[in-house]
Nanobody
Framework: QVWLVESGGGLVKPGGSLRLSCVVS????????VGWYRQAPGREREWVAT???????NYRDYVKGRFTITRDNANNILYLQMNALRPEDTAVYYC?????????????????WGQGTQVIVSS
């Protein structure tokens, strides 16, 4: 069974830092894509940073140079280090995993989400 549990959110002042963690119940190194999404009030959920099974990373333009996604393969934890936080980074942050499964000779994709962790950037 696949589950994801985030932690690390909280209230921080503009310019501050937070590190989000996501504990994964399976071998994180085997997951096709892992990533962080966020959803601000009144807005749709959007991807923030992703990492492929090979370790390639992608970031939304507005977090490049401020956020870093990493994973701890030994402990099956995904991290999001967030620096230079801005009020517009306020959102619920979700951990996401996309698994690639071979079914009857074809690849199928399964998605899993954590419950979310709230980040508030405010003075």
């Amino acid at each position: 069974q696949v589950w994801l549990v985030e932690s690390g959110g909280g209230l921080v002042k503009p310019g501050g830092s937070l590190r989000l963690s996501c504990v994964v119940s399976i071998n994180i190194a085997s997951i096709y894509h892992v990533g962080w999404y966020r959803q601000a009030p009144g807005r749709e959920r959007e991807w923030v940073a992703t990492m492929s099974i090979g370790g390639d990373t992608n970031y939304r333009d507005y977090v490049k140079g401020r956020f870093t996604i990493t994973r701890d393969n030994a402990n099956n934890i995904l991290y999001l280090q967030m620096n230079a936080l801005r009020p517009e980074d306020t959102a619920v942050y979700y951990c996401h995993a996309e698994l690639q499964v071979l079914e009857l000779g074809e690849y199928e994709y399964e998605e899993y989400w954590g419950q979310g962790t709230q980040v508030i950037v405010s003075s």
